[in-house]
């Protein structure tokens, strides 16, 4: 009788547990169409939007009604399959292309809108884009040729108004004193396709026409982006780029449509649609399932893993961006720049890269490229010579070593954390003793900046120079900079004379050389350790083909995939 | 009965202000506000204008005054990541995809506990209990970022039955993996509590009697031991949603679900403070309603309750 009751129960249970599965499905199902309307619209509104355009596109739809009589004929043409790629970020950007400072922002909208002039695929030079040709009319105005025949993704002929509006715009917005990197200017239209540029303050700026092929130089549809205003912006596009927003889900899938029309022909890839994980190892089993073509920022110990995978394989670049490790130069000890000195030459950043990166970095002198604008060819990375760091403590006055303080900035690059740790380990072999505090990216600013007496006597960072240029790179140890101000406390007048004078410098030859000494003093004069370039990883799906740029820029334009 | 759900109201809106004031001391010794807002080089005049802005220039009670006036307006400022956009909003955008996360765990916890916490206890000592305590164990003890990839890498590279990450709406193959992961450390603990329970329940009198009057066993178990395990369960129940509603950091950040955890995750690295409180602040408040709830819940369940608040008035 007991056992019957037992399987009595066991039946009743499952019968339960079945039961309230199904209950569980039933009210998901029912909740799907008012969860789902609350968000669609928000998201389609976008869309929609270019959509208002149709009446300029009108006649195109009347062709459908001579279509009909064309559309009998017996045999089906085949449509090609259309070449859509899958592709994972970090993080999901906005799309508002000017008014933000975010990396993967700038790679989404750089495929969406456009610039007058653009970066060439290595970064070195500048090449047109929505201006055709440009000159330099005095000291601090460009005129450019605009393209003609362009078009709006909408249908809306792009103009010199949308030029002067889109310098005009972030102008006006609230937070233009943040955007120091932006091409500040007055606009003014000769005609429909010639735009004169002033600076603001009519003032030399060497690198004026590079900052047009920035973030801020992005060109957008005044009347698009008067119509949906900065809300709007951020969920919706209308640029004259190679790719169209089709759908915007911040949260879900962004899918990009190529624009047909682009004054540069249709783009090899028909779709894209990109979504986002954070978690790097998740980025790497979606690349090994097969499930996306591309995924960026793999960690450099999962290199090897998506090397031996059939379906993918590793594309890597060095990048713009420099790591060191900035002194606090007014503390007691790294004042002296004997010590400076000992603990670069006791660094080994070449073993570092090697071991701790997996190879992907590059030794640097100090903090400019070999593809900047004013580096010093004659510059040799520190060697790793631990003798000499030695004499130079024992001649600074500290025979038996010295004890710092250090500050490693963690989740801000791949593997920051372990590379702060092998560094504790190489310069203790010259009897540098560092006791090492990891802070959180997020955490940086009070720690570094508004700490008028930091306990650290050196921290990380890196600085990634988009301009490739050394007045925007070695700004960082200028008396005056923020961050000299602020942290290093890094006042060396020769310095800053070099700096200023090459600020207004327009004779490149001159400017060049004038880079080339102050990076020559930062070599000798060591506010830093110099640490190494970072390369950016990408994993790819073989099918896939990419040339990945320094810049960091992921260009969809660029991209082809085999049959 | 009517003082005791008082009382416990008037908790609630004690713990609910000493949220509000533990969130506004976080955010005065994070740093500067305004610096915070701002990037590294912005204008000090720029700096200054924040402030103003901001109200810092004002004295702390001051600041806490007004902190408080625009939490209750809903207002706490905008997005410091999603420029312009305010923090409420955001935190709003991503609720649905926590609730389906959690409401998706919450009932697997319920469903697979109870079950297998019963069974258990039925058969206590036998194969099915070793086993299914053993399971419990390994639930309880394996961290859930490890659960989360080796689920991902058997199921959706090994296997390619389900995918990696994301959620597509209400695809169910994309809340299986999280499902599992955010569950198991639940499932293990409550499987345990309710086998514990039903043996306790099991060996009463009042169930010796039941079973002596010749009781038919369903009747006994579902009417008579279930009924009186059922009174602490719900308690449980209640708490594990409070929990799995204030979304898994670490669940949505391997799996890359929209969610309240991601969205914290993230504004904790680009120190967006609006949108932290505001998390934190509907995450506490929803915590303590669901509690509410269940304390109220709990008058209609155990008679008990109701009659000591008869005998306290």
Same mark, same amino acid.
Request: proline share 7%; net charge negative; with cysteine.
């Given at each position: 009788?007991?056992?019957?009751?037992?399987?009595?129960?066991?039946?009743?249970?499952?019968?339960?547990?079945?039961?309230?599965?199904?209950?569980?499905?039933?009210?998901?199902?029912?909740?799907?169409?008012?969860?789902?309307?609350?968000?669609?619209?928000?998201?389609?509104?976008?869309?929609?939007?270019?959509?208002?355009?149709?009446?300029?596109?009108?006649?195109?739809?009347?062709?459908?009604?001579?279509?009909?009589?064309?559309?009998?004929?017996?045999?089906?043409?085949?449509?090609?399959?259309?070449?859509?790629?899958?592709?994972?970020?970090?993080?999901?950007?906005?799309?508002?292309?000017?008014?933000?400072?975010?990396?993967?922002?700038?790679?989404?909208?750089?495929?969406?809108?456009?610039?007058?002039?653009?970066?060439?695929?290595?970064?070195?030079?500048?090449?047109?884009?929505?201006?055709?040709?440009?000159?330099?009319?005095?000291?601090?105005?460009?005129?450019?040729?605009?393209?003609?025949?362009?078009?709006?993704?909408?249908?809306?002929?792009?103009?010199?108004?949308?030029?002067?509006?889109?310098?005009?715009?972030?102008? $006006?917005?609230?937070?233009?004193?943040?955007?120091?990197?932006?091409?500040?200017?007055?606009?003014?239209?000769?005609?429909?396709?010639?735009?004169?540029?002033?600076?603001?303050?009519?003032?030399?700026?060497?690198?004026?026409?590079?900052?047009?092929?920035?973030?801020?130089?992005?060109?957008?549809?005044?009347?698009?982006?008067? $119509?949906?205003?900065?809300?709007?912006? !951020?969920?919706?596009?209308?640029?004259?780029?190679?790719?169209?927003?089709?759908?915007?889900?911040?949260?879900?899938?962004?899918?990009?449509?190529?624009?047909?029309?682009?004054?540069?022909?249709?783009?090899?890839?028909?779709?894209?649609?990109?979504?986002?994980?954070?978690?790097?190892?998740? !980025?790497?089993?979606?690349?090994?399932?097969?499930?996306?073509?591309?995924?960026?920022?793999?960690?450099?110990?999962?290199?090897?893993?998506? $090397?031996?995978?059939?379906?993918?394989?590793?594309?890597?670049?060095?990048?713009?961006?420099?790591?060191?490790?900035?002194?606090?130069?007014?503390?007691?000890?790294?004042?002296?720049? =004997?010590?400076?000195?000992?603990?670069?030459?006791?660094?080994?950043?070449?073993?570092?890269?090697?071991?701790?990166?997996?190879?992907?970095?590059?030794?640097?002198?100090? =903090?400019?490229?070999?593809?900047?604008?004013?580096?010093?060819?004659?510059?040799?990375?520190?060697?790793?010579?631990?003798?000499?760091?030695?004499?130079?403590?024992?001649?600074?006055?500290?025979?038996?070593?010295?004890?710092?303080?250090?500050?490693?900035?963690?989740?801000?690059?791949?593997?920051?954390?372990?590379?702060?740790?092998?560094?504790?380990?190489?310069?203790?072999?010259?009897?540098?003793?560092?006791?090492?505090?990891?802070?959180?990216?997020?955490?940086?600013?009070?720690?570094?900046?508004?700490?008028?007496?930091?306990?650290?006597? =050196?921290?990380?960072?890196?600085?990634?120079?988009?301009?490739?240029?050394?007045?925007?790179?070695?700004?960082?140890?200028?008396?005056?900079?923020?961050?000299?101000?602020?942290?290093?406390?890094?006042?060396?007048?020769?310095?800053?004379?070099?700096?200023?004078?090459?600020?207004?410098?327009?004779?490149?030859?001159?400017?060049?050389? =004038?880079?080339?000494?102050?990076?020559?003093?930062?070599?000798?004069?060591?506010?830093?350790?110099?640490?190494?370039?970072?390369? !950016?990883?990408?994993?790819?799906?073989?099918?896939?083909?990419?040339?990945?740029?320094?810049?960091?820029?992921?260009?969809?334009?660029?991209?082809?995939?085999?049959? | 009965?009517?003082?005791?759900?008082?009382?416990?109201?008037?908790?609630?809106?004690?713990?609910?202000?000493?949220?509000?004031?533990?969130?506004?001391?976080?955010? @005065?010794? /994070?740093?500067?506000?305004? *610096?915070?807002?701002?990037?590294?080089?912005?204008?000090?005049?720029?700096?200054?204008?924040?402030?103003?802005?901001?109200?810092?220039?004002?004295?702390?009670?001051?600041?806490?005054?007004?902190?408080?006036?625009?939490?209750?307006?809903?207002?706490?400022?905008?997005? #410091?990541?999603?420029?312009?956009?305010?923090?409420?909003?955001?935190?709003?955008?991503?609720?649905?995809?926590?609730?389906?996360?959690?409401?998706?765990?919450?009932?697997?916890?319920?469903? +697979?506990?109870?079950?297998?916490?019963?069974?258990?206890?039925?058969?206590?000592?036998?194969?099915?209990?070793?086993?299914?305590?053993?399971?419990?164990?390994?639930? @309880?003890?394996?961290?859930?970022?490890?659960?989360?990839?080796?689920?991902?890498?058997?199921?959706?590279?090994?296997?390619?039955?389900?995918?990696?990450?994301?959620?597509?709406?209400?695809? &169910?193959?994309?809340?299986?993996?999280?499902? %599992?992961?955010?569950?198991?450390?639940?499932?293990?603990?409550?499987?345990?509590?309710?086998?514990?329970?039903?043996?306790?329940?099991?060996?009463?009198?009042?169930? &010796?009697?039941?079973?002596?009057?010749?009781?038919?066993?369903?009747?006994?178990?579902?009417?008579?031991?279930?009924?009186?395990?059922?009174?602490? &369960?719900?308690?449980?129940?209640? #708490?594990?949603?409070?929990?799995? %509603?204030?979304?898994?950091?670490? +669940?949505?950040?391997?799996?890359?679900?929209?969610?309240?955890? #991601?969205?914290?995750?993230?504004?904790?690295?680009? *120190?967006?403070?609006?949108?932290?409180?505001?998390?934190?602040?509907?995450?506490?408040?929803?915590?303590?309603?669901?509690? &509410?709830?269940?304390?109220?819940?709990? /008058?209609?369940?155990?008679? *008990?309750?109701?009659?000591?608040?008869?005998?306290?008035?």
């Amino acid at each position: 009788m007991k056992m019957k009751t037992r399987r009595e129960f066991l039946k009743g249970a499952s019968l339960l547990a079945g039961g309230v599965i199904l209950a569980a499905c039933a009210p998901k199902a029912t909740e799907a169409p008012t969860t789902a309307p609350t968000e669609a619209p928000k998201e389609e509104k976008p869309t929609e939007a270019p959509k208002e355009e149709k009446p300029t596109e009108t006649p195109k739809e009347e062709k459908p009604t001579e279509a009909p009589t064309e559309e009998p004929t017996p045999e089906p043409t085949p449509t090609p399959e259309p070449v859509v790629i899958r592709v994972l970020m970090a993080d999901q950007p906005q799309l508002e292309p000017q008014l933000h400072a975010g990396g993967n922002q700038a790679n989404l909208c750089e495929n969406i809108y456009e610039t007058l002039v653009a970066f060439s695929v290595d970064g070195t030079e500048i090449v047109p884009e929505l201006a055709v040709s440009w000159e330099r009319v005095n000291d601090y105005t460009f005129k450019f040729n605009l393209r003609e025949g362009v078009t709006f993704h909408s249908g809306d002929p792009f103009t010199a108004e949308a030029v002067k509006y889109s310098m005009e715009r972030y102008n $006006e917005a609230n937070e233009a004193p943040q955007l120091s990197q932006y091409p500040w200017g007055t606009t003014t239209i000769e005609s429909d396709y010639v735009v004169t540029v002033e600076h603001k303050e009519q003032k030399s700026d060497p690198i004026f026409l590079k900052r047009f092929a920035g973030i801020g130089g992005h060109i957008v549809n005044p009347r698009f982006a008067e $119509e949906v205003g900065l809300e709007g912006m !951020r969920t919706s596009a209308d640029g004259t780029g190679p790719y169209k927003v089709e759908a915007y889900d911040r949260d879900g899938e962004i899918v990009l449509a190529a624009n047909e029309k682009h004054w540069n022909g249709k783009p090899a890839i028909d779709k894209v649609i990109q979504t986002a994980v954070v978690e790097p190892a998740t !980025r790497v089993a979606s690349l090994l399932a097969g499930e996306v073509d591309f995924a960026d920022a793999i960690p450099p110990e999962q290199v090897p893993v998506i $090397e031996s995978s059939k379906l993918c394989r590793i594309e890597s670049t060095p990048t713009n961006r420099v790591v060191f490790y900035p002194f606090i130069v007014n503390k007691p000890i790294a004042e002296n720049k =004997l010590v400076r000195q000992a603990c670069n030459y006791a660094s080994n950043f070449e073993a570092i890269i090697e071991f701790v990166l997996a190879g992907r970095g590059d030794r640097v002198n100090a =903090l400019m490229l070999p593809q900047y604008f004013g580096y010093n060819p004659n510059l040799k990375p520190y060697p790793d010579d631990v003798e000499k760091a030695k004499a130079l403590l024992t001649e600074a006055g500290f025979p038996n070593g010295v004890k710092l303080n250090m500050v490693q900035l963690v989740g801000r690059l791949p593997n920051d954390k372990e590379v702060g740790e092998a560094l504790v380990g190489e310069l203790k072999r010259a009897g540098i003793d560092i006791t090492i505090n990891l802070v959180e990216i997020g955490a940086a600013g009070p720690v570094l900046w508004e700490n008028p007496n930091p306990e650290h006597d =050196l921290y990380s960072i890196s600085w990634g120079n988009g301009f490739m240029d050394g007045g925007y790179g070695m700004d960082y140890f200028v008396s005056t900079s923020f961050f000299s101000t602020k942290s290093t406390q890094y006042n060396n007048p020769e310095f800053d004379k070099l700096m200023e004078d090459a600020a207004f410098e327009l004779d490149e030859e001159k400017r060049r050389k =004038l880079y080339e000494q102050a990076d020559a003093l930062l070599y000798e004069d060591c506010p830093a350790i110099w640490a190494y370039a970072v390369h !950016r990883i990408y994993g790819v799906s073989k099918r896939l083909n990419m040339v990945p740029r320094p810049t960091e820029r992921v260009n969809f334009f660029e991209m082809s995939v085999n049959a | 009965m009517t003082q005791y759900i008082i009382k416990r109201l008037l908790q609630a809106v004690v713990v609910i202000i000493g949220v509000l004031f533990f969130t506004f001391a976080l955010l @005065q010794l /994070t740093g500067d506000p305004a *610096r915070a807002t701002l990037p590294l080089d912005a204008d000090p005049e720029a700096v200054e204008q924040m402030r103003q802005k901001l109200r810092l220039d004002e004295p702390i009670p001051v600041q806490f005054y007004y902190y408080i006036l625009n939490v209750l307006k809903g207002d706490f400022g905008d997005s #410091l990541t999603y420029k312009h956009q305010p923090a409420r909003e955001i935190v709003f955008e991503r609720l649905p995809a926590t609730i389906q996360l959690a409401l998706s765990a919450w009932i697997t916890i319920i469903v +697979t506990s109870l079950i297998i916490g019963m069974i258990a206890a039925i058969r206590r000592g036998s194969i099915i209990d070793n086993i299914s305590m053993v399971f419990a164990m390994f639930g @309880q003890c394996l961290p859930s970022f490890w659960l989360g990839l080796m689920l991902i890498l058997l199921f959706a590279v090994t296997l390619k039955v389900l995918p990696t990450s994301g959620r597509q709406g209400w695809d &169910l193959r994309y809340l299986i993996l999280p499902t %599992l992961t955010i569950s198991a450390p639940s499932i293990a603990v409550m499987t345990r509590i309710v086998r514990s329970g039903m043996l306790e329940v099991l060996n009463k009198d009042y169930i &010796l009697t039941a079973r002596s009057k010749g009781l038919n066993g369903r009747v006994i178990f579902f009417r008579h031991a279930l009924k009186n395990v059922a009174i602490p &369960l719900v308690t449980l129940y209640s #708490l594990q949603l409070g929990g799995l %509603l204030s979304g898994s950091m670490i +669940t949505e950040t391997i799996f890359g679900w929209p969610g309240v955890g #991601l969205l914290s995750v993230n504004a904790i690295g680009t *120190r967006d403070f609006p949108i932290v409180s505001a998390v934190v602040f509907y995450v506490a408040t929803g915590f303590v309603l669901i509690n &509410l709830f269940v304390d109220i819940l709990y /008058t209609y369940l155990d008679p *008990r309750v109701r009659l000591q608040g008869k005998e306290v008035s």
